[in-house]
T-cell receptor, first 114, second 120 residues
Framework: KQEVTQIPAALSVPEGENLVLNCSFT??????LQWFRQDPGKGLTSLLL?????REQTSGRLNASLDKSSGRSTLYIAASQPGDSATYLC?????????????FGGGTRVLVKP | EAGVTQFPSHSVIEKGQTVTLRCDPI?????LYWYRRVMGKEIKFLLH????????ESGMPNNRFLAERTGGTYSTLKVQPAELEDSGVYFC??????????????????FGPGTRLTVL
């Protein structure tokens, strides 16, 4: 059974500092890994999706890496801003035949202080 | 392009009543998923439709939950009768198979804003 863990559960940094969010999963037979952002009372916004064959994906100030063999992904957010304050979730899907259902971690709650 | 929409945004009902949640996926998305988060827990998968067919309903908690997707468009999730432990946020997501040259990554899932269900 796939388990996804995110550490730390909460993180507070001053504005401008780089953010490093960690995600680990127990079953390396993943199909893809997706990072989401959730603002209070809102839905999930997809940030990045990494296919199992990829090592990283980048979008603006965001960079996500994937090390499938060690069961880890890291989301880097450069030069953090107060608007980056939110909960960040990672989720993995197993092989395509399993329908791509996602298994989520508990999330990391980020606060960027001005 | 309109995103995934869900209705209602909030629902408060009493134990034993029936509630129906609705999800409208992104137009053209064949895959539709239901997830939920109960208080203090991770978001958990409930079921997956491909068009109008149930592909995987392994996450449905019990037979008080019934999901439908008539015509392969919108989906409904009915809880009958509702129990206290059904309280939580119900999310719907949709995805489209990768098309060569298309804008979307393979099976990237797009989520709706969720329905917050409170059972008293």
């Amino acid at each position: 059974k796939q388990e996804v863990t995110q550490i730390p559960a909460a993180l507070s940094v001053p504005e401008g500092e780089n953010l490093v969010l960690n995600c680990s999963f127990t079953d390396s037979a993943i199909y893809n890994l997706q990072w989401f952002r959730q603002d209070p009372g809102k839905g999930l916004t997809s940030l990045l999706l990494i296919q199992s064959s990829q090592r990283e994906q980048t979008s603006g100030r965001l960079n996500a890496s994937l090390d499938k063999s060690s069961g880890r992904s890291t989301l880097y957010i450069a030069a953090s801003q107060p608007g980056d304050s939110a909960t960040y979730l990672c989720a993995v899907s197993l092989i395509k035949a399993a329908g791509n259902k996602l298994t989520f971690g508990g999330g990391t709650r980020v606060l960027v202080k001005p | 392009e309109a995103g995934v929409t869900q209705f209602p945004s909030h629902s408060v009902i009493e134990k034993g009543q029936t509630v129906t949640l609705r999800c409208d996926p992104i137009s053209g998305h064949d895959n539709l998923y239901w997830y939920r988060r109960v208080m203090g827990k991770e978001i958990k998968f409930l079921l997956h439709f491909v068009k109008e067919s149930k592909q995987d309903e392994s996450g449905m908690p019990n037979n008080r939950f019934l999901a439908e997707r008539t015509g392969g468009t919108y989906s409904t999730l009915k809880v009958q009768p509702a129990e206290l432990e059904d309280s939580g946020v119900y999310f719907c997501a949709s995805s489209q198979e990768y098309l060569a040259g298309g804008p979307h990554s393979y099976n990237e899932q797009f989520f709706g804003p969720g329905t917050r269900l409170t059972v008293l």
